[in-house]
């Protein structure tokens, strides 16, 4: 009975069912994906060279490749500077901008996507305006075309590389700027050789984060691109949904996860934010010229030996540019949030229409497209739907991801590490490929069509995020108090529930929430293993964005923007509560 209760106890076993459940509908699936690519058992690479020879599909894949390489290249230049003064403002300053930078992340990014096709359109918001000022005599085509993909795609991506800055940037110790510029290094040599290397890791984690993801958009490219702009998830969509060639299809998914391993591989070895040593610089062309050298080496001695001279005088000496400068970072940082925040109050402005068409500004204000929603049981009957898809996705994430991060934070730290990727991995790969693979797990399984098997679809990857968020919450718990309860002889469940929950219970409510909006928004994976028989909310709106154009979505898309701050909201009143026992007891000691 002891091995059993031992082997009951173990770490690992706490694992196991999320283990279990990703195995099951994404880990098997995807083997089977591999082998039919290469059609086993007889091997051949005849699906890939069929693939790569026609000329369609290799235009589409560096197609792919050059869309998200821009998407990433600009959402690193603006949000860099951009997570750098949320960084260096004062506390309540950087809590409020945080916040406004998350309540875009999560928002749904179909509701995001669909307030682009409401300010860009033809009768939308900036050609409404052109035209009403006379700059323009007909509508400018600002839609369906690539720079529209990319105003959208950066539009969602931008929070995704914001937030890791910002979390790298706060744990750098800001006297060493203090320091190099004490040793007559100017303002910038001081940021480029001491902030910027220091703050990589957050650089190469957003990069990569925001590249990956960008290989497998599916919903806005084709919301807002036109025919040339489609991506290699929309290719292989469509070959799931008008054919059977397994083989093809394998072999255009295990394409792009290849390059998505390739990029996690190549970039993703070291993100434990441990800075390198410098490396030298060898073999400029100044160094293989001696006379250039000496020349080199003069004018530096002399321009440092200038800074130490000069900087007694600007260290006390009042800077007239540094108004300036703080009116031009504000300035930046206040269009960076516009750009996330407007083109959400737009929509919500303009679903307050009376009119048949949405306007902006609207030339009446009505709640009809509200009453539509509640009065149409296509649009509440698609959001009961979703709202029991997503609260079992919830519970069932919730429940197996805090099991899995409080087994993994009892095992070896190698182990750990292994097991919370291969965990992870539904979240860090193409949502396309996910898609694809659990589509086929699910065919397996004879749940394509049902609400159970878009359960299982969803929960993969909400267990990811639950795992990743009561593991952060995890790492700061004292195990101590564990060790001081079994040591009064109370039992290990006991010692669970009454002291170990109750300390990570902020934790996973966030989890739960974002579990919850994983499945709340999901589309991709919902619309292949829906089969036409189940509708969710996203779905709906998916099919009336593409094919009506209905003022509703607008009503809709307003409904989802407010929930984040329904989230930020009960988050909030959860980590009130969670530390006003704390103040009590220390009132209480005083």
């Known amino acids: 009975m002891q091995p059993l209760q031992k082997i009951v106890r173990a770490p690992f076993t706490l694992v196991l069912p999320a283990l279990a459940i990703l195995l099951v509908v994404f880990g098997i699936p995807t083997v089977q994906l ?9 091997v051949s690479l005849n699906n890939y060279s069929s693939f790569l020879a026609q000329y369609a599909n290799i235009r589409v894949l560096f197609q792919t490749l050059e869309i998200s390489a821009i998407v990433t290249l600009i959402c690193l230049l603006v949000g860099y500077p951009a997570a750098y003064l949320i960084s260096t403002a004062s506390k309540r300053a950087r809590m409020i901008l945080v916040v406004l930078v998350v309540i875009p992340y999560l928002t749904s990014a179909l509701a995001r ?10 009768n939308g918001l900036v050609n409404s305006v052109l035209l009403d000022l006379g700059l323009i005599s007909s509508p400018m085509p600002l839609i369906y075309n690539r720079i529209a993909v990319y105003v959208g795609m950066v539009h969602i991506m931008l929070p995704m590389m914001i937030l890791p800055l910002v979390s790298v940037m706060m744990g750098i110790n800001t006297s060493l700027i203090a320091a190099a510029k004490s040793m007559g290094a100017t303002r910038s040599t001081a940021f480029w050789r001491v902030y910027f290397p220091l703050s990589m890791s957050g650089v190469r984690s957003g990069t990569l984060l925001v590249f990956v993801i960008c290989l497998g958009f599916y919903i ?39 390059i998505a391993i390739a ?60 108004g300036l400068s703080r009116f031009v970072a504000g300035a930046f940082l206040a269009l960076v949030i516009s750009f996330l925040l407007f083109p959400e109050i737009v929509v919500i402005v303009m679903s307050f229409s009376d009119g048949a068409t949405l306007q902006f500004p609207p030339t009446g204000l009505s709640i009809r497209w509200y009453v539509s929603f509640f009065s149409d049981v296509a649009w509440y009957g698609a959001a009961w739907v979703s709202i029991k898809i997503g609260f079992w996705v919830t519970v069932l994430a919730t429940v197996v991801g805090t099991l899995a991060a409080y087994g993994l934070s009892g095992v070896r730290a190698d182990l750990r590490s292994s097991m919370t990727m291969i965990i992870l991995t539904p979240i860090t790969i193409p949502v396309i490929v996910v898609a694809v693979a659990s589509y086929f797990g699910l065919v397996n399984l004879g749940l394509i069509g049902t609400e159970t098997g878009i359960v299982l679809a969803h929960t993969i990857g909400a267990i990811s995020y639950v795992v990743v968020i009561v593991a952060a919450t995890l790492a700061n718990f004292d195990r101590r108090l564990e060790q001081a309860a079994k040591s009064m002889r109370a039992p290990p469940l006991t010692t669970f529930v009454r002291i170990t929950l109750p300390l990570i219970r902020p934790g996973i409510i966030g989890g739960a929430l974002f579990a919850f909006i994983h499945s709340f928004d999901e589309v991709v994976s919902t619309s292949l293993v829906s089969g036409f028989s189940v509708r969710t909310l996203p779905l709906k709106m998916w099919e009336n964005i593409r094919n009506e154009i209905d003022p509703t979505v607008a009503a809709v898309a307003s409904l989802l923007t407010l929930l984040p701050i329904l989230w930020m909201i009960a988050l909030y009143i959860t980590w009130w509560r969670a530390r006003a026992p704390s103040g009590v007891a220390l009132e209480g000691k005083v």
């Open 34 to 42: 591999f082998l039919e690519s290469i059609n086993a058992p007889n």
């Open 113 to 122: 996507t669909y307030s682009w096709i409401v300010i860009l359109g033809d």
């Open 220 to 258: 806005t490219p084709a919301a807002l691109g036109g025919l040339g702009d489609a991506m290699l998830s929309t290719f292989i969509a469509a070959q799931v949904a008008t054919g059977f060639d397994m083989g093809a299809v394998s072999a255009s998914s295990f394409v792009l996860l290849a």
């Open 263 to 322: 990029m996690l591989s190549v970039f993703g070895l070291n993100l434990s934010g441990v800075q390198n040593p410098a490396p030298k610089q060898k073999g400029g062309w100044s160094e293989r010229f001696g006379i250039l050298r000496a020349i080199k080496g003069y004018l530096k001695e002399l321009s440092v030996a200038s800074r130490a001279r000069r900087w007694p005088m600007d260290l006390y000496r009042a800077s007239g540019s540094m």
